[in-house]
């Protein structure tokens, strides 16, 4: 009789055992899922490899083209078929620059594009002529007889997505980073030129966002380039070159 109960005790503390260890195993492995899921360890938002995130002013300066090539801040679109490096470009009859391709912009009245948050549009996106009324991150500028205005809203007005506030990452002198908000309102239209785009693609030639960045002097270059999707301009593709100096938040 006693000889049965210690085998039978023994069967149950066996079962205990393997009971344990197969517990422990799953445990291991939904921390180890759920570590893949949130990114532990990299950067989020999409960023090539770990960084330093940048929070604070991305201060531009305004662009020239009164060079060989233009510097500070502005904008090119490129027509369907062209390729980032060689156009064919789209020429802004209003561009103040030789090359009517190039639109040098002013900064805002925040200066710049602010990481870590959103710069939206006003109540009043436009005015009754179709001049786009967001001023925070650049002046609006002028674009074939309208003017157009840049802002980053937590609801993307083209898609109607929600997306993440702008972040800059920084690695070894370079940066990454998404910058997905980025809107252009013009004519009472909205066209997304972010990168990547807010359901997670890069159409076309829709580039990362990249730069440099001199931790000494915090002199910034951004550039991206995003295709335009919808609406009258579907197929043609907006570059972006933000230069200016960073000041932390």
């Known amino acids: 009789m006693r000889s049965h109960m210690r085998s039978h005790m023994n069967r149950r503390i066996a079962v205990a055992v393997v009971a344990a260890a197969m517990l422990a195993v799953v445990t291991s492995a939904c921390s180890s899922s759920t570590k893949s899921r949130t990114g532990h360890g990299t950067a989020v938002d999409g960023t090539a490899g770990d960084g330093t995130a940048l929070i604070g002013t991305f201060a531009l300066t305004a662009g020239e083209c009164g060079g060989a090539a233009p510097t500070g801040t502005y904008f090119r679109m490129i027509t369907p078929g062209g390729t980032i490096e060689n156009g064919k470009f789209f020429d802004n009859p209003d561009s103040t620059c030789s090359d009517k ?65 702008p972040t800059i990452y920084l690695k070894n002198g370079k940066l990454t980073g998404q910058i997905t908000a980025w809107s252009a309102a013009w004519n009472n239209l909205y066209f997304n030129q972010g990168s990547p785009k807010p359901d997670g693609s890069k159409p076309g030639l829709t580039s990362p966002v990249t730069g440099t960045y001199d931790q000494t002097t915090h002199h910034f270059v951004l550039t991206w380039a995003s295709q335009v999707v919808g609406g009258p301009f579907n197929g043609f593709t907006g570059y972006w070159h933000l230069e200016g100096t960073f000041q932390a938040a």
């Open 101 to 165: 391709s190039i639109t040098v912009e002013k900064p805002g009245s925040d200066g710049g594009l602010v990481t870590g948050s959103f710069q939206p549009n006003p109540a009043k996106p436009f005015d009754s002529f179709g001049n786009a009324l967001s001023t925070n991150i650049l002046t609006p500028g002028s674009f074939t007889a309208i003017k157009f205005g840049i802002s980053t809203n937590q609801r993307d007005p083209q898609t109607n997505r929600t997306v993440k506030p």
